[in-house]
């Protein structure tokens, strides 16, 4: 079992910046990838980061060359890097870990909200 827990969320205006967090826990060993995706109510989810084979990174199209992932194994964790937020980044953000034989988890999510 693999378990995620998302921090940083919070109200930020535009043009600002904000750094997400994503502690892993559990089997950490049998983790091929995490990431970020997120959603606004009514709509669907969609990725926002998240490593691809090959080792590139693939980001959605709307926050290319704004956002970055990072991820510091030491601490099992992976960091989403927000600038230049616009407010309709406005979602709740969701960490993300493919672990094991392609299992999927999400964590329960951080909301982040940019004032125009």
């Known amino acids: 079992q693999v378990q995620v827990v998302e921090s940083g969320g919070g109200l930020v205006q535009a043009g600002g910046s904000l750094r997400l967090s994503c502690a892993a826990s559990g089997s950490i060993a049998s983790i091929n990838a995490m990431g970020w995706y997120r959603q606004v109510p009514g709509k669907q989810r969609e990725l926002v980061a998240i490593?691809?084979?090959?080792?590139?990174?693939k980001y959605g199209d709307s926050v290319k060359g704004r956002f970055t992932i990072s991820r510091d194994n030491a601490k099992n964790t992976v960091y989403l890097q927000m600038n230049s937020l616009k407010p309709e980044d406005t979602a709740v953000y969701y960490c993300?870990?493919?672990w094991g034989y392609g299992i999927s988890t999400y964590g329960q999510g951080t909301q982040v909200t940019v004032s125009s």
């Open positions: 993300y870990a493919n």
């Open positions: 490593p691809s084979s090959g080792g590139i990174t």
